[in-house]
C-alpha cells in the first residue's frame, strides 16, 4: 500500500532533505535548469505577457460563472454518451470509482498521471479493496515501487537519481545490478508497464481542461500513456476538479501555449489528447470534484488560486522549494502554489506551508495564468495567525516584530545593539538554538546601518 507522509513540520522536514547537501545542492540546479529552459521558450514569443493576460481574464470569467459552464459540460458531456458523476469531496470521488469497478468486477486499473487522485489518496483506497492500480507515468511508477508519494506535479520522481532508479528497478523489475544507463532503464520499463495496459480492464486519467461547449475534455502527457490505458481498456474513467473547466474550444490554444512552456520549457506537450466520447463498446465516465474547491472559491483573497492550470513553474522557481524537497509540504500538490491551497482544506495541519516561503514573488511573477501567489502567502499568514493556527513561538515572533518595526526609535536602537552583540559576542547567534543559523553561514555584521551611512554619505 502507498506510504503516505505524516503531516510533520514543513522545517522538520526540510532539515532533512537538507542534511544531504550534494543532493540539496543537485535538486536546486536541476529544477533552475528547467526554469532556465523555461525563460528562453517565453522568451521566444513577443505576444507572452499578452497571453498570460488572456488565460487570466478566461480563467478570471469561468470562475465567475462556475455554474453555467459546469451544467453547459454535463449536458454536452451526457449528450457526447458520457456518464458524469459528481463528488462533494474525495471520500465521494473514490466510492463512485470503486463502485463503477465493482460493477463491472474490475480487478486490474492503470492510471495516467492525475494530482486529483493523490489528493484524494485514490490508490490505497483501492487497493485495500483489492483492486490493483498501476500508475503508469514514469516517474509516478517510480515513486510507487518506492511506496512514496510524487515530490513535484509535473516531474514526480525528481528527488531521486539514476542511482536510485536503477537500485528501485533492481529490486522491483530484476534489472541488471548497477546498470544506471537512463535508455535500459526505461526500456525495462516500457515492457513492463505494456503488459498492465494490455491486462487492464479499466483506466483513470486526469484532465488538464475541460471544455464547456463541447462536453469534451483534454489530457497532456509527454509519455502518450494516458491514451494507451484510455484505448486499450473497456472502461476510461476521467477525474476533473470542478475549476478545470474552460468556456470554449478556442481557448484552448491560449492554455496549450502556456501549459508546456512554463513547465519544462517545451514550445507543446508531446501529446495533447482530445476526448469527446466513447468509443463504440465502450464506457467513458467523468468525476467532477470539489473537494474544497467551493469553500476556496468564496474567499476573496484566495479564489485566485483556483485558476492554477498546474504547470508547477512556480515550484522550479522557487528558492524554497528547490532546496527543502516536495516531501516536506506533506501534501499532494507542494511549493508555492499548494502552500495556498492545502490551508484551504486544513488549516490546523497546513498552518507551516504559508510560511515556507520567503515571499520574494518569484512564483507571481512565472505564473502563467497571473496568481498572485506570494500576496496570497502573505494573507494566510495573516488568516492563520488570527486563527489561532500559527505556533506560539511564530505568534510571539511576529508580536515582537510588529512592536519593533511600530516605532523608529525601537527598531534603531534593536539594530543597534543587535550588530553589537553579533561582532562581539558571535557565539550567542552561532550556535544551534537559532534556526538561522541552521545550514548556513551568519553574515557579519557591519558597525552601521544603512541608514547612518546615508545620512553621513549625503551630507558629504
Known amino acids: 500500500m502507498e506510504k503516505f ?53 478566461i480563467k478570471n470569467h469561468a470562475l465567475s460563472n462556475l455554474d453555467t459552464y ?21 471520500k465521494e470521488h473514490n466510492e463512485i470509482i470503486l463502485e463503477i469497478a465493482r460493477k463491472n468486477n474490475v480487478k486490474k486499473i492503470v492510471k495516467s498521471k492525475s494530482m486529483l487522485t493523490e489528493e484524494c489518496h485514490l490508490n490505497p483506497f483501492l487497493i485495500s479493496k483489492g483492486i490493483e492500480v498501476v500508475d503508469t507515468d514514469l516517474g ?19 528527488h531521486l537519481k539514476k542511482q536510485d ?58 509519455e502518450g500513456n494516458a491514451d494507451m490505458g484510455a484505448h486499450a481498456a473497456k472502461i476510461h474513467i476521467a477525474c476533473m476538479g470542478f475549476e478545470k473547466i474552460i468556456p470554449k474550444a478556442e481557448h484552448l490554444s491560449v492554455f496549450l501555449r502556456l501549459l508546456t512552456r512554463s513547465a519544462t520549457g517545451q514550445p507543446i506537450t508531446t501529446y495533447s489528447s482530445h476526448f469527446h466520447r466513447p468509443r463504440k463498446g465502450q464506457e467513458m465516465h467523468i468525476v467532477i470534484v470539489d473537494n474544497g474547491r467551493s469553500k476556496q472559491l468564496g474567499r ?6 483556483l485558476k492554477c492550470i498546474r504547470c508547477a513553474a ?9 532546496r527543502s524537497g516536495g516531501h516536506s509540504y506533506h501534501n499532494a500538490t507542494a511549493g508555492p502554489i499548494g502552500s495556498i491551497l492545502n490551508p484551504n482544506i486544513n488549516m490546523r495541519e497546513n498552518a507551516d506551508l504559508p510560511f515556507a516561503s520567503t515571499l520574494c514573488g518569484s512564483c507571481t511573477n512565472v505564473c502563467p495564468v497571473k496568481i ?28 515582537g516584530m510588529a512592536f519593533v518595526l511600530s516605532y523608529p526609535k525601537v527598531f534603531r536602537f534593536a ?40 545620512i553621513k554619505n549625503k551630507k558629504a
Open 372 to 399: 498572485n501567489i506570494h500576496e496570497q502567502l502573505w494573507k494566510w499568514r495573516q488568516v492563520l495567525t488570527e486563527e489561532g493556527y500559527a505556533s506560539s513561538g511564530k505568534t510571539a515572533g511576529m508580536k
Open 300 to 305: 476573496e483573497d484566495f479564489r485566485n488560486s
Open 5 to 57: 507522509l505524516k503531516p510533520v513540520e514543513h522545517a522538520v522536514a526540510a532539515e532533512k532533505f537538507i542534511s544531504d547537501e550534494a543532493r540539496t545542492n543537485w535538486h536546486d540546479e536541476t529544477l533552475w535548469f528547467v526554469r532556465a529552459k523555461r525563460d528562453k521558450i517565453v522568451h521566444k514569443l513577443p505576444e507572452w505577457e499578452s497571453l498570460r493576460e488572456l488565460g487570466s481574464q
Open 165 to 222: 532508479v536503477s537500485d528501485t528497478f533492481h529490486e522491483h523489475l530484476h534489472t541488471e545490478k548497477g546498470n544506471n544507463d537512463p535508455q535500459y532503464l526505461t526500456e525495462a520499463a516500457r515492457q513492463h508497464l505494456r503488459n498492465k495496459f494490455i491486462e487492464a480492464d479499466l483506466s483513470i486519467t486526469g484532465v488538464n481542461f475541460a471544455v464547456a461547449e463541447t462536453g469534451g475534455f483534454v489530457v497532456c502527457t509527454n
Open 140 to 158: 509516478e511508477r517510480i515513486v510507487q515501487f518506492r511506496n512514496e508519494p510524487p515530490s513535484h506535479i509535473v516531474l514526480p520522481a525528481i
Open 70 to 90: 459546469l451544467l453547459a459540460f454535463e449536458k454536452n458531456a451526457q449528450a457526447n454518451g458520457v456518464k458524469v458523476h459528481w463528488a462533494a469531496d474525495a
Open 415 to 454: 539594530g543597534k545593539a543587535g550588530r553589537w552583540i553579533i561582532r562581539m559576542f558571535p557565539g550567542l547567534v552561532n550556535n544551534t538554538l537559532n534556526p538561522w543559523y541552521k545550514q548556513r553561514e551568519m553574515p557579519v555584521a557591519p558597525k552601521h546601518s544603512f541608514r547612518d551611512w546615508y
Open 314 to 322: 512556480c515550484f522550479n522557481t522557487c528558492p524554497v522549494y528547490r
